[in-house]
């Protein structure tokens, strides 16, 4: 994931990655089989490492209110998303079949957990107040440079007090 956040997927060869991992591409191929299989494994990790294991991170402790879940995981957000990575990740999408449904899945887990967390919060409009919040990080990545993260929690800190206002 790191070769794929500096150079981009185009950059995640056979002969990088095992220069990298200081492997031979025998040992590359009996551990993985082929390039089209790491890649499938690469995405899988990217999934299970950057959004299920955030989640369950944020729902480990279950006597956190909606508003707290929601404040965690903002905070693991802001300190867990490597912006470069997310971008590299979305650039790939762009330009191959499986990894857009990776992305696309990604995408959907994580604006159905905010909008559940949000329709638990209370608030009237949780499906657009999801997106909102979830169109602030990926902004926020695409921004040249990248939001800083202090800068990115604070504009989080201004946007959930709208959780509190009723919808109209």
């Known amino acids: 994931m790191t070769l794929l956040a500096e150079q981009g997927a185009p950059a995640v060869t056979l002969e990088r990655l095992c220069e990298r991992m200081s492997m031979s591409k025998g040992a590359f191929y009996h551990h993985f089989g082929s390039m089209p299989k790491y890649r499938t494994r690469l995405l899988d990790h990217f999934e299970a490492k950057c959004t299920t294991a955030i989640i369950d991170g944020?729902?480990?402790?279950?006597?956190?209110s909606p508003q707290e879940r929601l404040d965690r995981l903002m905070?693991?957000?802001?300190?867990?998303?490597?912006?470069?990575?997310?971008?590299?990740?979305?650039?790939?999408?762009?330009?191959d079949p499986e990894a857009a449904r990776v992305q696309e899945r990604v995408d959907a887990t994580r604006i159905g957990y905010l909008?559940?967390?949000?329709?638990?919060?209370?608030?009237?409009?949780?499906?657009?107040?999801?997106?909102?919040?979830?169109?602030?990080?990926?902004?926020?990545?695409?921004?040249m440079p990248p939001l800083?993260?202090?800068?990115l929690r604070?504009?989080?800190?201004?946007?959930?007090?709208l959780l509190d206002q009723p919808a109209s």
């Open 58 to 64: 944020v729902e480990a402790s279950d006597v956190l």
């Open 75 to 95: 905070a693991e957000v802001t300190k867990a998303v490597s912006p470069s990575l997310e971008v590299a990740m979305r650039a790939w999408a762009k330009q």
């Open 115 to 143: 909008r559940d967390l949000c329709e638990q919060a209370g608030h009237g409009r949780p499906d657009q107040m999801a997106k909102l919040i979830y169109l602030m990080l990926v902004g926020a990545e695409h921004l």
């Open 148 to 151: 800083p993260k202090p800068e």
């Open 154 to 161: 604070g504009m989080y800190e201004l946007l959930m007090p």
